[in-house]
DNA sequence: TACTGATAGACTGCATACTGTCAATATTGG
DNA sequence: CCAATATTGACAGTATGCAGTCTATCAGTA
């Protein structure tokens, strides 16, 4: 049980809070230490692949495809295109966007990093037995599923690619609970 | 099965790396609804509680017991500092150490800040039943443990306040698998 | 005691993240 | 058609997070 007075560290350190920024700390070193020889962030790999999977996409529809706040996705396309991995254009049917597609580069990099992400997502969760890992990657999808409108980054899978801007969504007032997860 | 030729976003959303990185997005989102009219974060909020524990303790202890990096810790002390919720005196004894103290406007903020806390950790876990929460809490702990050597800033709880700084720790070399996690 | 190595904290540089703002451009309702 | 509104990408500002370097200082040893 809680100290019921003042929370002391040994609180802290059993609280989800603490268990998923030290989990996410150690997924990325994990991550670094298997592809930071190929120049990759785990940021920058999501990006690639979800530019790939969708060619010609904007950068405001893949920020909801991979959920990064599209402030930190514009530095993160910055870097990518530095490294000719991607490519950026102007369209002339909308002047506003500049679409993105995956260079032969970047496509090589990507086939090359492959056997260093299967390996960091084997070492991220090899302290578990088979069985508890599949559990709480179950547990971990419905809570990441179900708190999805949360942060200012939910993920947005386009279902149909000719789809434009999502409907305008209602921004989150800071409810007390959590009925929006529940939908 | 994961597609053996190339990974689509589809195979990415599975990937323990991507549900960790989201569920770390969520919680601060979390928590910086519930806290941010207070103007504290989630790692300022642990860097209090660890300094009102151990008053006197010194930045590179401290970066240890909160597991953050050291580089890191220099610029939230330097807020918390700010914001005077702190203070950093010299020691006569060590001239190169600052002990760290909490000052009452320090212990009222965190008075302030438990429900809110509180709520915030509520929150995260609010989609799963009692049942799941203790199962996934379980089970990130012991992921958690067990990795705890393999990102810069591991988790060192110092036994016994009279310890200096902890023996030599051997710099992890990129190993093919995680024996240290065992130990 | 002088040398050697370790440590503390400060610092630079890079890479996420999020808030809020802005100009240019599109879209839509009247 | 035009004014209100929305969207896009860019940007400034703030806050982690990590790698690597530097200086001052301390501690153990030849």
Chains 1, 2 share one sequence.
Do not use: W
Not at 136 to 165: E, F
């Amino acid at each position: 049980m809680p100290s019921k007075s003042a929370p002391t560290m040994q609180d802290v350190y059993t609280k989800p809070g603490h268990l998923f920024r030290r989990m996410q700390q150690i997924a990325v070193a994990i991550f670094m230490e298997e592809c930071g020889a190929l120049d990759l962030t785990p940021v920058q790999y999501a990006a690639l692949v979800a530019i790939r999977d969708d060619p010609g996409i904007d950068a405001t529809r893949l920020s909801a495809l991979v959920a990064f706040d599209r402030s930190t996705l514009g530095s993160v396309l910055e870097r990518l295109e530095a490294k000719e991995l991607i490519v950026r254009r102007a369209t002339p049917d909308d002047k506003r966007v500049k679409v993105l597609h995956m260079t032969p580069k970047g496509a090589r990099l990507l086939a090359k990093a492959m056997p260093a992400i299967d390996r960091a997502q084997e070492r991220m969760m090899a302290p578990l037995k088979p069985a508890e890992r599949k559990t709480i990657m179950t547990l971990l999808a419905k809570l990441v599923h179900l708190n999805n409108d949360v942060s200012r980054a939910p993920l947005r899978i386009d279902h149909g690619k000719a789809q434009r801007a999502a409907a305008p969504r209602k921004r989150r007032i800071n409810g007390l609970a959590n009925e929006q997860t529940h939908a």
